[in-house]
């Protein structure tokens, strides 16, 4: 079976802060994700990454940044952390890029700013 | 631009009664079509997904979908609900061709299940 870790399952951090979310996955994946999931609104994907060191910006990625220097860890960076970026982050990953491959998620990261 | 629809922000059924969560996309294809569920402080886990053949689909956990191309739908059901479906439901689609094949989801569907 495919396994997705995050992380922290939880965080709290303070306005300003760099804030680091680690995903890593173990299954050889060459596409991972991050979606950013809140109340009413589904997944928003902020990042998708292809490949080591390829990435694509999704529908929300405004003050996020991402890593990916090995293929099994996808790096999520908020670069100063802000209140409006409280919510929960989900990584993912995928086989390849291809409609019938379908994603692996991981538990999640519920991120609190204070 | 495709979407996908939830129409149904909540569900609430009784136990031992039949479901049906709807998803409707909008795409000039026919997209790759999947469904997900998300158990309370869990990620999401595949139930089902759709490429072609037969329209109606089996999942896990006794979840079946069907696929009727002249309504853009691809609705989950199940016939007899259990309390540890309580959960939240997402539609997914995939464009069948070109770019990233970047899905989009629907905003989910919130089951309540009653004892």
């Known amino acids: 079976d495919v396994k997705v870790t995050q992380s922290s399952r939880y965080l709290v951090k303070r306005t300003g802060e760099k804030v680091f979310l680690e995903c890593v996955q173990d299954m050889d994946h060459e596409n991972m994700f991050w979606y950013r999931q809140d109340p009413g609104l589904g997944l928003r994907l902020i990042y998708f990454s292809y490949d080591v060191k390829m990435k694509e910006k999704g529908d929300i990625p405004e003050g996020y940044s991402v890593s990916r220097e090995k293929k099994e860890r996808f790096s999520l960076i908020l670069e100063s952390a802000s209140t409006n970026q409280t919510s929960m982050y989900l990584c993912?990953?995928?086989?390849?890029?291809?409609?019938?491959?379908?994603?692996?998620f991981g538990p999640g990261t519920r991120l609190t700013v204070l | 631009a495709q979407s996908v629809t939830q129409p149904d922000i909540h569900i609430t059924v009784s136990e031992g009664a039949s479901l049906e969560l709807r998803c409707n996309y909008s795409?000039?294809?026919?997209?790759?079509l999947f469904w997900y569920v998300q158990s309370p402080g869990q990620g999401l886990q595949l139930l089902l997904k759709?490429?072609?053949?037969?329209?109606l689909v089996q999942g896990i956990k006794g979840f079946e979908a069907e696929f009727k191309r002249s309504q853009s739908s691809f609705n989950l059901r199940k016939p007899s609900v259990h309390w540890s479906d309580a959960a939240e439901y997402f539609c997914a689609v995939v464009p069948p061709s070109g770019g990233s094949y970047i899905p989009t989801f629907g905003r989910g569907t919130s089951l309540i299940v009653h004892p």
């Open positions: 795409y000039g294809a026919t997209p790759y």
């Open positions: 993912a990953s995928r086989l390849v890029i291809g409609s019938y491959n379908e994603q692996f």
């Open positions: 759709y490429f072609s053949g037969d329209t």
